[in-house]
């Protein structure tokens, strides 16, 4: 009937992570002394804690982490990049916050670094970006259009910066707290 079949994955995306060694405890404190000092902003929070952008006064450990993580990744890549800024921000989720649908702009790689994760505090869901939605294709195929991350604690997730992404509502009466980082090459 047919043959010689060629079958090829196109336009691939990734979620690269790793669990930097630093002090999860010392960068707990920070955030909550962050928050003490600076008012939210309205981002894509949505009852939640969205500090201020950083480029290079705070979590300097693992903001120097994140840009070895990504220059590494980007050679194993192949993509002839390397990282000339990178700015980050934490934030903080009670009970019922979440992070609505956004993606970061012009950044080319984004990064989550998760500090703080109780049970049923919230996924990270990864969309896809191609018009895909629009048709039957996959309509029975919710694993083609979308990727959940169980956020592990003082684990960091790179991914493109082009994704659509948001975090589910937290069912946990402790905090979610994580660093955000918007990557440019």
């Given at each position: 009937?047919?043959?010689?079949?060629?079958?090829?994955?196109?336009?691939?995306?990734?979620?690269?992570?790793?669990?930097?060694?630093?002090?999860?405890?010392?960068?707990?404190?920070?955030?909550?002394d962050i928050k003490s000092l600076h008012v939210?902003?309205?981002?894509?929070?949505?009852?939640?804690?969205?500090?201020?952008?950083?480029?290079?006064?705070?979590?300097?450990?693992?903001?120097?982490?994140?840009?070895?993580?990504?220059?590494?990744?980007?050679?194993?890549?192949?993509?002839?990049?390397?990282?000339?800024?990178?700015?980050?921000?934490?934030?903080?989720?009670?009970?019922?916050?979440?992070?609505?649908?956004?993606s970061h702009g012009r950044a080319d790689l984004?990064?989550?670094?998760?500090?703080?994760?109780?049970?049923?505090?919230?996924?990270l869901c990864v969309l896809r970006n191609d018009?895909?939605?629009?048709?039957?294709?996959?309509?029975?195929?919710?694993?083609?259009?979308?990727?959940?991350?169980?956020?592990?604690?003082?684990?960091?997730?790179?991914?493109?910066?082009?994704?659509?992404?948001?975090?589910?509502?937290?069912?946990?009466?402790?905090?979610?707290?994580?660093?955000?980082?918007?990557?440019?090459?």
């Amino acid at each position: 009937m047919y043959d010689n079949v060629i079958d090829e994955n196109i336009f691939p995306s990734f979620v690269s992570s790793c669990i930097p060694q630093i002090d999860m405890m010392a960068q707990l404190e920070e955030a909550y002394d962050i928050k003490s000092l600076h008012v939210t902003e309205n981002i894509s929070n949505e009852g939640g804690y969205h500090s201020p952008k950083f480029s290079g006064t705070k979590f300097l450990k693992l903001r120097d982490t994140v840009e070895e993580f990504c220059n590494d990744l980007l050679e194993k890549k192949g993509l002839g990049l390397k990282v000339s800024e990178i700015e980050y921000w934490c934030n903080i989720n009670k009970c019922y916050n979440y992070n609505v649908m956004h993606s970061h702009g012009r950044a080319d790689l984004i990064g989550i670094y998760y500090i703080q994760v109780p049970p049923k505090s919230g996924n990270l869901c990864v969309l896809r970006n191609d018009g895909s939605q629009y048709c039957d294709l996959y309509e029975n195929r919710a694993d083609m259009l979308g990727y959940t991350i169980e956020p592990e604690p003082g684990r960091l997730y790179v991914l493109p910066g082009h994704l659509w992404h948001y975090v589910t509502g937290s069912d946990s009466v402790r905090d979610r707290v994580s660093v955000s980082f918007n990557i440019y090459t």
